[in-house]
């Protein structure tokens, strides 16, 4: 493997200055994380500081095992990833495995590029940490029109939280609210049920504590609910904009905060060519039953339900 970037004879981290700095995010008086005499390169801002001392340094804050340097954080994954070639076989000789492991950790020190946040929370901590614990930034799930598909929906997701990565579902299946169940009455619809998997997202810290949970919910556009999944969030914006008026805490770790639902999540319509053709044309569209494919309600103009999406 040709070097591009390092020389054999000087490792990355003794090529750049060092110092020591304390990392501390708060407001004003209200300290939310503070650690002394951390070693980053002079380099760094001291933003970047702080965000990487609280996120992804490991280990418990004021514990010897506390991570304490940048060093050690990129020692951790680049050494890691290098070790895992060197085990398998990757490298055709130990020169290049080390040449791989030194130019892994120069782009890194540099901020030439950076790997996603379980990454970084989690590769290389196996030693002392869950030995199964995840790589990846997102997982895609499904869902099926039925309760126990849908609870274990919320259990794979808190799985996947709790290794401090994302999730991503697509819950048009579930049938709509104005839909009948079996047994009698009517559903519930997947608005209904995010609810209770953005509180369940909201309850659980990502990557050992360091960050709020990920999640990507999508809604095809023929949906029953559709309308109803578009302002779901804007509706509760208008309500945390009365809980700040009347003088709650509206910041992220607030008590006015949690009370605000659909905050966990990023929503997202999926169209069609067929429905953006009946935008072009001033056309209207038809809403389908998820039970058995008939149309349901009053067509929509299309154009209209456009502009709520936008």
Same mark, same amino acid.
């Given at each position: 493997?040709?070097?591009y ?5 000087v $490792? ?10 304390? /990392?501390?995010? *708060?407001?004003g ?6 650690q ?19 996120? $992804? ?14 060093k ?8 890691? +990833?290098a ?5 398998? @076989? $990757? ?11 030194a130019e ?9 590029? #950076? ?5 970084? !929370?989690?590769?290389g ?7 199964k614990?995840?790589a ?12 126990e ?8 997701e808190?799985?996947?939280?709790? @290794? ?6 697509n819950?048009s299946? +579930?049938?709509?609210s104005?839909e009948?169940?079996?047994? @009698?009455?009517?559903?519930? @619809?997947?608005?209904s !049920?995010?609810r209770?998997?953005? /509180? ?11 960050r %709020? /949970? #990920?999640?990507m919910v999508?809604?095809?556009?023929d949906?029953?609910d559709? %309308? ?24 992220i770790?607030?008590d *006015?905060?949690?009370?605000?639902? $659909?905050?966990?999540a =990023? ?8 429905f953006?053709r ?7 569209? %038809?809403?389908? &039953? %998820?039970? =058995?494919?008939e ?7 299309? &154009?209209?339900?456009m502009?709520?999406?936008?």
């Open positions: 493997m040709r070097r970037f390092t020389d054999p004879e $490792y990355p981290f003794d090529a750049v200055e060092w110092e020591l700095r304390d /990392a501390r995010i *708060g407001h008086d209200k300290i939310s994380f503070e002394s005499d951390v070693e980053f390169p002079k380099s760094w801002s001291q933003n970047a500081t702080n965000i990487v001392a609280q996120k $992804y340094f490991r280990g418990l804050l004021g514990s010897p095992a506390r991570e304490h340097s940048v050690q954080m990129i020692g951790r994954v680049a050494g890691t +990833i070790g895992w070639g060197r085990e398998r @076989g $990757y490298f055709a000789t130990a020169e290049d495995a080390d040449a791989f492991e892994l950790t120069h782009i890194l020190l540099h901020q030439m590029a #950076a790997f996603n946040s379980p990454v970084w !929370f989690n590769v901590w196996h030693s002392v940490g869950d030995p614990m995840q990846s930034a997102c997982f895609i799930l499904s869902v099926e029109d039925n309760m598909s849908i609870l274990e929906w919320n259990t794979k808190g799985i996947i939280f709790r @290794g401090g990565s994302g999730s991503g579902i819950l299946r +579930i049938r709509g104005m009948p169940l079996s047994r @009698g009455g009517t559903a519930s @619809g997947p608005v !049920f995010m209770g998997a953005d /509180a369940w997202a909201g309850s659980i810290k990502s990557g050992g504590g360091t %709020r /949970a #990920a999640k999508a809604l095809d556009v949906h029953p559709i %309308r109803e999944f578009i302002w779901c969030k804007a509706k509760e914006e208008e309500k945390a904009a009365a809980l700040r008026d009347a003088g709650f805490d509206m910041s770790d607030g *006015g905060f949690h009370s605000i639902q $659909y905050q966990n =990023n929503n997202s319509v999926r169209v069609t060519d067929e953006m009946a935008v072009e044309n001033d056309d209207h569209w %038809r809403l389908i &039953r %998820r039970t =058995n494919g149309p349901i309600g009053e067509p929509i103009p299309a &154009r209209q339900l502009k709520e999406i936008a």
